[in-house]
C-alpha cells in the first residue's frame, strides 16, 4: 500500500479525527475509552467479570467517542490520568467519574495490601513512599517483623522517616 493510498484510507475510514495521534497511533484517551466499553461490554473480555458481569455499564451517551472525548476534556483529562469510579459499584456516566493519576489508580485495585499503623491506614506502596524504604524490603519486613519494627527500623544506619515527620 502505498502513503497515497493509506492516507485516503484513513481519510475514508475516520468518522472524527480523535482517535490518532500525530503518528497514526491511538490516543491514550481512545485506548482508554474502548478498553472501559470492552470491560463493561464484551463478555469474552478478561476483566468482564469484575464490570460488566457485576452489572456495571458505560451510559448511552459515552458509547460515542465524541460525546465522552469532550466530556474527558472538559473534565480534568490530561496524558498520564486514567478514569475511575466515584462509587466502584455504579455505571461509567459523567455524574459518577473523574481523573485521577495513574499511580494513584494503581492504589484503588481490590488485592492491595493495607496496612494500618499509627492510626492510619494505607496500602504498601504508600508506606513505602512515605517512609523511603523500598516495597519489596517493606513486603519482607512485614513477613518476618511487627509493624512497629517494620516500619521504623533503621535501613542500613538510616532511620525511616515517622509517619508524623513525613506524611
Known amino acids: 500500500m502505498t502513503e497515497l493510498q493509506r492516507q485516503a484510507l484513513i481519510v475514508r475510514n475516520t468518522t472524527h479525527g480523535l482517535s490518532l495521534d500525530e503518528t497514526g497511533r491511538k490516543t491514550r484517551l481512545y485506548s482508554n475509552w474502548a478498553r472501559m466499553k470492552q470491560r463493561c461490554r464484551d463478555v469474552k473480555a478478561y476483566d468482564f467479570a469484575r464490570y460488566g458481569g457485576r452489572g456495571i455499564s458505560v451510559c448511552v451517551e459515552w458509547l460515542d467517542y465524541k460525546t465522552f472525548h469532550d466530556w474527558a476534556l472538559l473534565n480534568g483529562y490530561r496524558e498520564g490520568m486514567t478514569i475511575e469510579r466515584i462509587d466502584n459499584d455504579g455505571n461509567y456516566e ?3 467519574c473523574t481523573w485521577i493519576p495513574a499511580s494513584q489508580q494503581a492504589r484503588n485495585k481490590r488485592n492491595n ?13 504508600e508506606w513505602s513512599q512515605i517512609l523511603g524504604i523500598e516495597s519489596s524490603l517493606l513486603r519482607y519486613r512485614l513477613a518476618h517483623w511487627s509493624i512497629d519494627r517494620a516500619l521504623s527500623e533503621p535501613i542500613r544506619g538510616r532511620i525511616p522517616c515517622s509517619y508524623n515527620a513525613c506524611g
Open 94 to 96: 459523567p455524574r459518577n
Open 113 to 125: 495490601h493495607f496496612v494500618t499503623h499509627w492510626g492510619v491506614r494505607k496500602t504498601l506502596a
